[in-house]
C-alpha cells in the first residue's frame, strides 16, 4: 500500500493522489467480488431445455444450471422457453408446445447406506444414478425409488417430457436417518471438473478472505493518518457507503430479474417492447391493446402466443410512445429480430438500470436537503432493499423512469431558485416535457414545478416550464394525428372515461402489491408515518411532487385494479422520509420512534425472513418487544454507562435485522415460496417412469 501524504492545502500529495485511492478501492472491491465467487461453489445440476420442431427434431432453447429440481410454480420452470425460444426454427406457438428438460451432474451421497428417491411431476421421467434406472414410483414401504450408495459422488441424470399436462417437476430424497426432502444444491454438482474443484476453490476462497480482512482492518488502523486511504475512507465514508449499496441493489434486482415477476403476470410489459419495438423498426406502433373494440377492424390482429390471446393493434394509442421507444432501442441493441424477441430479459435492463439511477438520486437528494447525511445513505439503503421495490423496479413500466425524473426534478429546481442557476432550469424544463411522453400521470412533473416556481415567485421560469409542458402536448397530439387523429382522440377518450374513487388514495395496503402477490403493508404503514413526521418539519418540500402525483393518480387510476407500478413513483419519496426517521432514531435512540419502527417495519421483515414456526410463536413477538423497548426504558428509569451501550446495541441490532430480514426476503426460497402459494402448487401426481 503506497504511503499517501497531504500537502500543505490540505489536498493529496505524492503518490498518493484522488485517483490512486479509487484505483485502490476498485481494487478491494475487485478482491471482495473474487472472495465471494470462490467461496459459492458451483452447486446444482446443469439442464438442457430443448422443444420439438415440425419435422420431430430436437431443438435446443437454453442451457442453465439449476440449484435444485423442485419446480412447483410451472413459471419458473417454463421461464427458458419464454426467453429463449426460436421463433426462426419453431415459429410463434400458440400453445404451450411439448418439451424436454434433461438434468444432467453429480450427487453425493454424506455417509454409506439406504437412500429413497421420489420424483413428483405429472409428465414423463427418467432417473439414471451411476448409470442405473430407478423407478420413482412408490412400490415399498419407504416411498419412491430406494438404493445403497456408498459415501461420495453419483452421476446423475433426470429427463423430463411435457406433452399436455400442467408443468412442474419436483425431485426429492431421503437420507438415511432422515425424511423425504428437496435435493438442494448443497448435495448437487453440475460437472466432474465441479466436483474436483471444491476444495480447491474453498482453500482459495479462504486465503483471499483471510488477507482482504487484513488488508482492510490495515487500511482502518491507519485511518487517522493524513492522506491515507483510510482517512479518505472515513472522510467519504458515504459516498463510499452509496457505492456499496448501489453495487448490492444492482446484485438484487438482478437475481431472477427475467424469472420474477413470472412472464404475463402483466402482460403490459410487452405492451411497450412491442409499441417501441415496432415504431423503430416497421415506422408504426403496434401493441396488444386493452380496448379492442375502440379500433376498427382492419387495425386488430388476434393472435395467440404461449396460450394466451392478444388483440394486437396497428397503430397503437393506448400510452404515450417515449418509454415504450427506450424499451424498444434497448431491446434492438441486446439482439431482438422481432417484436415477439422483445423477452422479459432484453426489457427489463430499462427499469432497472433506471432504479439503480433512483438509488443514487435518493441518496445524494438526501445529501442535499437533510443537514444529517445518514439520513440519505440510510434512504438510499431503504430503496435499494425492500422487496416490494426491488419487484417493482423489474417492471417495464414507465413510472420506474418517472420515479428518478420526479425526484431530479426536486433537485434542478432547488439549484434554480437559490442559485439562479438556468442550467438546472432548463434541465427541469426537459424534465417535464418528457414525463407528459411517458405517461399521462407524468403531468406531475410539469404541475409540482408550476408550483414550487408560483410559491417562490419566479414568473419566467413558471412561463418555460408551462411551455415546455405545452409544447410535450402539441407534439404528442402530432404523433396521434401522423397515425389517424380520429382514432387517436377516441382512444383518448376512452382513457378519460375511467371510474374512479376515493378509495384509490386510502388504499394503504395498494402500495405493497407488486402485480398479483400482494405483502408488506407494514412497511408502508412505516413508512407512512415517517411522510408524516415529515411533512411536520423543515424538509416538507420534498414531498410536493409525491403529493401532487398522487392526487394526479387519485383522478386518473381505474377503480378496477390498483396496482403496485402506479405507486412506484412515490418510493423515493417515501424512503427519504424513512431515511430521516431511521437517522433522528439513530441519533436520539428514542423509546417512541424505535416502538413505531418495530411494530411496522421491522416486524413486517422478521415476518417474512423467519421460518413459520418462529414468527407465529408468541416468543417471537416478546422478543421483538424487549428488543426494541427494553434498553431504553431501562436507561429512562436508572440511567448508566451500561443501559447507554445496551440502547445503543439494541438499536444497531434493530437496523442490522431489519436490512438483513428484507435480504433474505429477496433471495430466491422466500419469493417463490410467496409465488407459488399465490399460483398453487403442483397437482403432486408421482411422475410414471419410462424407460
Same mark, same amino acid.
Given at each position: ?25 476498485? +481494487? ?139 408443468? &412442474? ?15 438442494? &444444491? ?93 415504431? +423503430? ?97 440510510? $434512504? ?44 438546472? +432550469?432548463?434541465? $427541469?424544463?426537459?424534465?417535464? $416535457? ?49 397515425? &389517424? ?75 378496477? &385494479? ?50 413459520? $414456526? ?31 451501550? +445496551? ?45
Amino acid at each position: 500500500m503506497p504511503k499517501l501524504t497531504a500537502n500543505a492545502s490540505g489536498k493529496s500529495g505524492g503518490r498518493g493522489g484522488v485517483p490512486d485511492r479509487i484505483g485502490w478501492l476498485l +481494487l478491494l472491491c475487485g478482491w471482495g467480488v473474487a472472495v465471494f465467487y470462490l467461496l459459492v461453489p458451483q452447486a446444482g445440476l446443469s439442464g438442457v431445455y430443448s422443444a420439438t420442431d415440425p419435422s420431430g427434431a430436437e431443438v435446443t432453447i437454453a442451457t442453465r444450471l439449476d440449484s435444485e429440481v423442485d419446480f412447483a410454480s410451472p413459471q419458473v420452470l417454463l421461464s427458458p422457453f419464454y426467453q429463449h425460444w426460436d421463433l426462426a426454427r419453431l415459429g410463434v406457438p400458440a400453445s404451450l408446445p411439448s418439451f424436454q428438460v434433461r438434468w444432467t451432474g453429480y450427487l453425493k451421497a454424506p455417509v454409506e447406506g439406504t437412500y429413497a428417491f421420489l420424483v413428483e411431476s405429472a409428465g414423463r421421467v427418467r432417473l439414471l444414478l451411476d448409470g442405473r434406472a430407478l423407478s420413482p414410483s412408490p412400490g415399498q414401504e419407504q416411498p419412491g425409488a430406494v438404493t445403497r450408495l456408498a459415501p461420495g459422488w453419483h452421476a446423475l441424470d433426470l429427463t423430463y417430457r411435457r406433452d399436455a399436462e400442467e408443468p &412442474g417437476i419436483r425431485l426429492l430424497w431421503q437420507p438415511p436417518g432422515s425424511v423425504m426432502l428437496p435435493l438442494t &444444491g448443497r448435495s448437487l454438482a453440475p460437472s466432474e471438473s465441479a466436483v474436483r474443484g471444491r476444495l480447491p476453490r474453498a482453500a482459495g476462497g479462504l486465503l483471499l478472505l483471510v488477507a482482504w480482512m487484513s488488508a482492510l482492518t490495515f487500511i482502518w488502523k491507519r485511518r487517522t493518518r493524513p492522506g491515507s486511504l483510510g482517512q479518505f475512507l472515513l472522510e467519504h465514508r458515504h459516498a463510499t457507503a452509496l457505492a456499496g449499496i448501489v453495487l448490492l441493489g444492482a446484485l438484487l434486482r438482478f437475481h431472477q430479474y427475467d424469472v420474477i415477476p413470472f412472464h404475463h403476470e402483466t402482460a403490459d410489459e410487452y405492451q411497450h417492447g412491442w409499441e417501441g419495438w415496432t415504431l +423503430l423498426h416497421e415506422g408504426r406502433p403496434a401493441a396488444w391493446t386493452f380496448y379492442p373494440q375502440s379500433y376498427p377492424a382492419a387495425n386488430i390482429t388476434p393472435f395467440r402466443w404461449f396460450g394466451d390471446s392478444y388483440y394486437l393493434a396497428r397503430p397503437y394509442f393506448d400510452h404515450p410512445p417515449g418509454f415504450s421507444l427506450l424499451v424498444g432501442a434497448t431491446c434492438t441493441v441486446l439482439g431482438a429480430g422481432s417484436m415477439l424477441d422483445c423477452t422479459l430479459q432484453r426489457m427489463r435492463w430499462v427499469p432497472m438500470l433506471s432504479g439503480l439511477l433512483t438509488i443514487v438520486l435518493v441518496a445524494t437528494t438526501g445529501w442535499k436537503f437533510i443537514s444529517d447525511r445518514a439520513a440519505g445513505t440510510l $434512504a438510499a439503503l431503504l430503496y435499494a432493499t425492500l422487496p416490494v421495490i426491488v419487484l417493482g423496479n423489474r417492471l417495464v413500466k414507465a413510472e420506474n423512469l418517472l420515479a428518478p425524473l420526479l425526484l431530479a426534478q426536486v433537485s434542478w429546481l432547488e439549484n434554480y431558485i437559490r442559485k439562479n442557476d438556468r442550467k438546472d +432550469l432548463f434541465k $427541469a424544463a426537459a424534465g417535464s $416535457a418528457a414525463a407528459i411522453w411517458l405517461k399521462a400521470t407524468g403531468i406531475a412533473a410539469p404541475l409540482s414545478a408550476l408550483l414550487l416556481l408560483a410559491r417562490h415567485r419566479k414568473g419566467r421560469a413558471f412561463s418555460l416550464i408551462a411551455a415546455a409542458a405545452a409544447t410535450a402536448v402539441a407534439l404528442y397530439l402530432a404523433y396521434g394525428a401522423l397515425f &389517424g387523429w380520429q382514432l387517436f382522440t377516441s382512444v383518448l377518450s376512452l382513457q378519460a372515461s375511467k371510474r374512479v374513487a376515493l378509495r384509490t388514495l386510502l388504499d394503504l395496503t395498494g402500495i405493497s402489491r407488486v402485480v398479483e402477490l400482494q405483502f408488506g403493508s407494514g412497511w408502508y404503514l412505516w413508512l407512512a408515518i415517517a411522510v408524516a413526521w415529515m411533512a411536520l418539519g423543515k424538509h416538507r418540500s420534498l414531498l410536493v411532487p409525491a403529493a401532487v402525483y398522487l392526487g394526479i393518480l387519485g383522478l386518473t387510476a381505474d377503480t378496477r &385494479g390498483v396496482f403496485g407500478w402506479y405507486r412506484l413513483p412515490l418510493y423515493p419519496f417515501l424512503c427519504l422520509a424513512g431515511g430521516l426517521f431511521l437517522a433522528e432514531w439513530l441519533r436520539e435512540k428514542d423509546l417512541a420512534r424505535g416502538f413505531l419502527f418495530g411494530i411496522t417495519g421491522l416486524a413486517t421483515s422478521l415476518s417474512y425472513a423467519l421460518p413459520d $414456526a418462529m414468527e407465529t410463536s408468541r416468543l417471537s413477538v416478546l422478543l421483538l418487544l424487549l428488543l426494541v423497548c427494553a434498553a431504553p426504558f431501562w436507561l429512562m428509569l436508572r440511567p448508566s454507562t451500561t443501559a447507554t451501550r +445496551l440502547r445503543n446495541a439494541s438499536v444497531a441490532a434493530c437496523l442490522i435485522l431489519f436490512f438483513l430480514s428484507n435480504l433474505l426476503t429477496v433471495s430466491r426460497y422466500f419469493f417463490l415460496s410467496l409465488l407459488v402459494v399465490a399460483r398453487g402448487t403442483l397437482p403432486g401426481q408421482t411422475a410414471r417412469a419410462t424407460p
